[in-house]
């Protein structure tokens, strides 16, 4: 579905800008962009839960949808903070394929908990140069529960950057671990990355 | 934890738990300087508590509870929780009526009755499937409703993180609950089991959560005080679990290094 998506963004903001051209004159992103997003994530997300694959396998599928569907560099850049700044760009390269994997791991994991269950997307709304798409995780045996995905087409693609479960930002929760594994390594970044690369 | 002789480490429980009410009382004024997330004055204290609670959960918690879920199947376990959630439900009402909050109140009396009839005695839940889904509140929130703020941040023994005003509001709680009061005292030594029950299964199905936050990352403490406080607000309305009022601190595009 994705496969073309300067075709879709071209189609999407020719519609954006029949319907909104005097209110949102210089928005490339829209709301049924952010949804669309969110829809196709939350389809594959669903996909793998009904999957039945090992946990292996989930945790591979994880990391194909993180990649394809996040802002990885982002993310990557956000959690390692200030750290980030003094890296190499080597380092930057390798810190985040690590921490791809320490997420696809320690995420993906957790999938298992989410058998029999599914999320729905209810509402987008834009917020400052983004979007906010809610979806409800339904669970077994469990009062359905607010996952939020925070999208942007800052990237030069439209993809999701930060995740909230229950009020529990990804972003913020990350870039603490992380930090919180720097400073146990004395700050040495090739240390936290070799070490990344087993966690999760 | 372990290197300690169990009435030593009760009794000096039970110290830092006085303490800790203590110093949690005198700080309740003091409050997150804008753009910090936590307040925790008592981190040390707090440490040394999450700890003790880590070695509990080691060495007792974490394997009943996996005996509890193994030994005992999904729709029993289901059910147990179910009674011992129904009968909080007064004190829900009790506290939304505090709050002046109508949906509480009338979502979770009629819960509450229908649980209790049609889903014999709470151990069902046909409530849920009629759009009475559960809505949880406490005195904590009543407390944060009256317009008190949130407190330091808090490790209890026994109990896990808290703040002083959630702190507080446990123990309120445990006063007014329409359930306790109402009932012979026999009874509340059966819902305590019950309640322990409902903590046990919860710790067997969160299990993966709950284990690689307390065993796998690089700061249990700091990750469960993070992971405490930002669902909490949540749950009591004072962020969107989304951008709402986080927008500024948390736009990687504006903030790269979250500086």
């Known amino acids: 579905m994705l496969n073309n998506p300067l075709s879709r963004r071209a189609m999407l903001a020719g519609a954006s800008a029949l319907a909104f051209l005097p209110a949102l004159p210089a928005l490339a992103l829209t709301e049924a962009g952010a949804t669309k997003l969110i829809n196709t994530v939350v389809a594959e997300i669903n996909k793998v839960i009904d999957s039945g694959k090992s946990e292996a396998g989930m945790i591979k599928d994880f990391e194909t949808i993180f990649i394809r569907y996040s802002d990885v560099p982002t993310i990557a850049r956000y959690a390692l903070g200030v750290a980030a700044r003094d890296a190499s760009a080597a ?34 709304k834009a917020v400052k ?22 999208v942007s087409d800052k990237s030069g693609k439209d993809l999701f950057f930060n995740m909230f479960i229950e009020g529990v930002n990804l972003l913020l929760t990350e870039r603490e671990e992380i930090g919180a594994m720097l400073d146990k390594r004395g700050g040495k970044i090739d240390s936290l990355i070799a070490d990344l690369q087993k966690a999760g | ?121 709470g151990l069902l839940d046909p409530a849920s499937k009629m759009g009475l889904t559960q809505m949880d509140t406490d005195f904590g929130e009543t407390l944060h409703v009256w317009g008190a703020k949130e407190g330091a ?36 030594a059966a819902r305590r089991g019950l309640s322990v029950a409902e903590k046990l299964d919860d710790r067997y199905r969160y299990d993966e959560t709950i284990s690689s936050t307390l065993y796998e990352s690089a700061d249990s403490y700091s990750q469960t005080r993070l992971l405490y406080l930002q669902n909490r607000r949540f749950e009591l309305g004072q962020s969107s679990g989304g951008s709402d009022d986080s927008s500024t601190l948390f736009d990687p595009y504006e903030d790269p290094y979250a500086e």
């Open chain 1, 129 to 150: 140069s983004f979007f906010e798409v809610k979806t409800l995780a339904y669970l077994p045996g469990s009062a359905p529960f607010d996952v939020t995905f925070l």
């Open chain 2, 1 to 121: 934890m372990q290197t300690r002789k169990p009435t030593a480490t009760v009794s000096k429980r039970a110290a830092t738990l006085c303490a800790v009410i203590a110093l949690g009382i005198t700080g309740a004024c003091t409050s997150p300087k804008p753009g910090e997330m936590v307040n925790d004055p008592y981190e040390k204290t707090n440490r040394k508590i999450h700890n003790m609670s880590k070695g509990l959960d080691t060495a007792v918690v974490r394997p009943v509870s996996m005996a509890y879920g193994k030994a005992v199947p999904n729709p029993v376990r289901i059910g147990v929780s179910n009674v011992a959630d129904n009968l909080t439900l007064p004190s829900m009402v009790l506290n939304g009526i505090l709050q002046g909050d109508g949906e509480l109140v009338l979502n979770n009396s009629f819960r509450f009755v229908i649980n209790s009839t049609y889903g014999l005695g």
């Open chain 2, 153 to 188: 941040y808090l490790e209890v023994p026994l109990m896990g993180p808290s703040t002083t005003r959630d702190l507080t509001g446990k123990a309120v709680d445990a006063v007014i609950n329409p359930v306790s009061v109402l009932t012979p005292l026999t009874y509340t």
């Open chain 1, 91 to 124: 380092q930057m390269k390798s810190f985040t394929t690590a921490f791809t994997g320490y997420i696809a791991r320690k995420y993906g994991k957790r999938f298992r908990e989410f058998i029999g269950g599914r999320l729905e997307v209810q509402s987008a």
